[in-house]
Every structure is written in structure tokens, then in C-alpha cells.
């Protein structure tokens, strides 16, 4: 069993960066890839990005692909997505997931665990 905690959301103009945290608890944090989703009001949950177990390998949506950065501390349990550049349509809950596969997958039906989320906004 694993436990995800977000933290780090909040309000920021565009151009603006932020940076959350999910904390897993658990002795099995660092054989999990972990993938971080988002939300939108009206829309379903999409990827965002994600990192495999030893943090060697990352991917990202297209429409994040150079302004965000996933990153983990499997000696602290944690993963981090770097958020930069951020506008207006970045807007959304962010979810951390835990994933069963040894695989990158963009796939929300891969990923076990969940946290509950954490608002982002972006004002223009």
C-alpha cells in the first residue's frame, strides 16, 4: 500500500513557476514509477509526466515538454514536478500517481495509487 500526499499548489500570474511535492509513505516507494496527471474543470484527467523507478527516465506531454521537470528523491519517498512558464491553461488539480509497471506509461489504468490532488491556478 501506498499513500500520496500532494502539496504545493496554489495561485500565480503566467510566466510564474511553482513546485510540488508528493511524499509517498510506504517502504516501497523507490520500485514504483511515479507519474504526475492533471485536471481541468470539464475535462478528463490527462499525463503530465512521469519517472521511472531509479529516476533515469523521464516523459512528458507534449504541451509541458520543456517548461516542466519531474524529479524524485527515493531517499526522501518523494517525487517533485517543477513547474515553469506556467499559463493559463496549466489550470488545474495535480495529481501524483504510483504506478505497478517497471514501464513509462501515460496511462491513468497504470498507475495504482493516487493522491488527492492539488490546485493549481494561473491567472492571466
Known amino acids: 500500500q501506498v499513500q500520496l500526499v500532494e502539496s504545493g499548489g496554489g495561485l500565480v500570474q503566467a510566466g510564474g513557476s511553482l513546485r510540488l511535492s508528493c511524499p509517498a509513505s510506504?517502504?516501497?516507494?523507490?520500485?514504483?514509477?511515479m507519474g504526475w496527471f492533471r485536471q481541468a474543470p470539464g475535462k478528463e484527467r490527462e499525463f503530465v509526466a512521469a519517472?521511472?523507478?531509479?529516476?533515469?527516465?523521464?516523459i512528458y506531454a507534449d504541451s509541458v515538454k520543456g517548461r516542466f521537470t519531474i524529479s524524485r528523491d527515493n531517499a526522501k519517498n518523494t517525487v517533485y514536478l517543477q513547474m515553469n512558464s506556467l499559463n493559463t491553461e496549466d489550470t488545474a488539480v495535480y495529481f501524483c500517481?504510483?504506478?505497478?509497471?517497471?514501464?513509462?506509461?501515460?496511462?491513468?489504468?497504470?498507475?495504482?495509487?493516487w493522491g488527492q490532488g492539488t490546485q493549481v491556478t494561473v491567472s492571466s
Open positions: 519517472i521511472s523507478r531509479s529516476g533515469g527516465s523521464t
Open positions: 510506504g517502504r516501497t516507494f523507490s520500485t514504483k514509477a
Open positions: 500517481a504510483a504506478s505497478g509497471l517497471v514501464v513509462l506509461t501515460t496511462s491513468p489504468l497504470a498507475y495504482a495509487y
